[in-house]
C-alpha cells in the first residue's frame, strides 16, 4: 500500500509563497502522473498542477505562471518527492491541497493523500 504525504501548507499572507511537498512511501513516480488538487470550502475539486512520468506538466489557468510542479529528482526511477511551489499567493488560492498518484499503465491503483491545508490571509 503506497502513502502520500503532504506537507507545507501554513497561512500565508498575500503576495506570499508556499512549497508543498508530497512524499511517497516508495519509488513511485516512474508508474504515475503525480497531480496536485485543492478544494475550498463550497467548491469543487480543482485540478491545480500535474507532471507526468516524462516530465511533462499542466496548470490550471488561474495558477499558470505562479506555481510551478517538479520531482525531487530528474531519475524517476528513485524520484519520492513532488513539489508545487506557489508563488504570489492570492486569496482565492486558500483551499485544502492533495496530491494524487495517477496511474499511467493502467494496471495500477491511484493513491492520494490526506491535504494540507493552504490559508491565504492578511
Known amino acids: 500500500q503506497v502513502q502520500l504525504v503532504e506537507s507545507g501548507g501554513g497561512l500565508v499572507q498575500p503576495g506570499g509563497s508556499l512549497r508543498l511537498s508530497c512524499v511517497a512511501s516508495?519509488?513511485?513516480?516512474?508508474?504515475?502522473?503525480a497531480t496536485w488538487y485543492r478544494q475550498a470550502p463550497g467548491k469543487q475539486r480543482e485540478l491545480v498542477a500535474l507532471?507526468?512520468?516524462?516530465?511533462?506538466?499542466?496548470?490550471?489557468?488561474s495558477v499558470k505562471g505562479r506555481f510551478s510542479i517538479s520531482r525531487d529528482n530528474a531519475d524517476i526511477t528513485v524520484a519520492k518527492t513532488v513539489y508545487l511551489q506557489m508563488n504570489s499567493l492570492k486569496p482565492e488560492d486558500a483551499a485544502v491541497y492533495y496530491c494524487?498518484?495517477?496511474?499511467?499503465?493502467?494496471?495500477?491503483?491511484?493513491?492520494r493523500g490526506q491535504g494540507t491545508q493552504v490559508t491565504v490571509s492578511s
Open positions: 516508495d519509488t513511485i513516480w516512474r508508474f504515475y502522473t
Open positions: 494524487d498518484a495517477e496511474d499511467e499503465t493502467g494496471t495500477l491503483p491511484d493513491y
Open positions: 507532471i507526468t512520468t516524462d516530465g511533462s506538466t499542466k496548470y490550471s489557468d
